[in-house]
């Protein structure tokens, strides 16, 4: 290759570069809610939407996660849905807080507790608005890869719904990614059927 059509393409290799780096610094730094009571945060929350993600590929509806305080600080996480197949799937993990001046950061884990050294197995779960009643939560990360929406009913309507779609846009997330949960899934003998 000629070196002048080398340097052309490393030109156009490092301005690719300051505009991807350009367009990752555009997102606002995601900001938490100032503070968290963890002992009422606790309890069962329905999931009302989220993005898309590998870890949930196989449900359909009815997800829920359930939060547990445990001795030394540790959160106990389940979360449970209906699969594609019609039957109950429930993962196990754990959950810590990272931020102790406001309980909003958190570090979750579902690998099993032998990894629980490994930093990569650790996922953010940042607490990014919270209903004044505790009513709902919208948990995020930094990199706004993963968004849950999540509610104390299993429905939200859907004035509330979008408002909370609007704030969470204004802190870099994006709105037409998020898929509403269903709450009305019934399995029935291996299948699926949505209540009306």
């Keep these: 290759m000629k070196k002048g059509n080398l340097l052309?393409?490393?030109?156009?290799?490092?301005?690719?570069?300051?505009?991807?780096?350009?367009?990752?610094?555009?997102s606002p730094q995601l900001k938490t809610v100032p503070s968290v009571d963890l002992k009422r945060y606790a309890?069962?929350?329905?999931?009302?939407?989220?993005?898309?993600?590998?870890?949930q590929k196989d449900c359909v509806g009815n997800t829920s996660a359930e939060y547990a305080l445990k001795e030394g600080g540790k959160i106990e996480v389940i979360n449970t849905c209906i699969t594609k197949e019609g039957v109950p799937k429930v993962a196990k993990g754990e959950a810590?807080?990272?931020?102790?001046?406001?309980?909003?950061?958190?570090?979750?884990?579902?690998?099993?507790?032998a990894l629980s050294f490994l930093p990569f197995v650790w996922g953010d779960y940042w607490i990014t608005?919270?209903?004044?009643?505790?009513?709902?939560?919208?948990?995020?990360d930094p990199k706004r890869e993963y968004f849950w929406i999540l509610s104390r009913q299993p429905e939200m309507n859907d004035t509330e719904f979008q408002a909370i779609l609007r704030r969470a846009e204004a802190q870099g997330f994006?709105?037409?990614?998020?898929?509403?949960?269903?709450?009305k899934v019934e399995a029935v003998k291996g299948t699926v059927i949505e209540r009306n």
């Design 8 to 26: 052309v393409l490393l030109a156009i290799g490092l301005l690719a570069g300051g505009v991807a780096n350009a367009q990752k610094s555009e």
């Design 43 to 55: 309890g069962k929350w329905y999931e009302i939407g989220k993005y898309p993600n590998k870890f």
């Design 96 to 113: 810590k807080v990272v931020d102790k001046t406001t309980n909003a950061k958190l570090k979750v884990r579902f690998a099993p507790s």
């Design 129 to 140: 608005e919270l209903g004044e009643n505790y009513d709902y939560a919208v948990i995020g």
């Design 174 to 183: 994006q709105p037409g990614r998020v898929e509403r949960t269903s709450q």
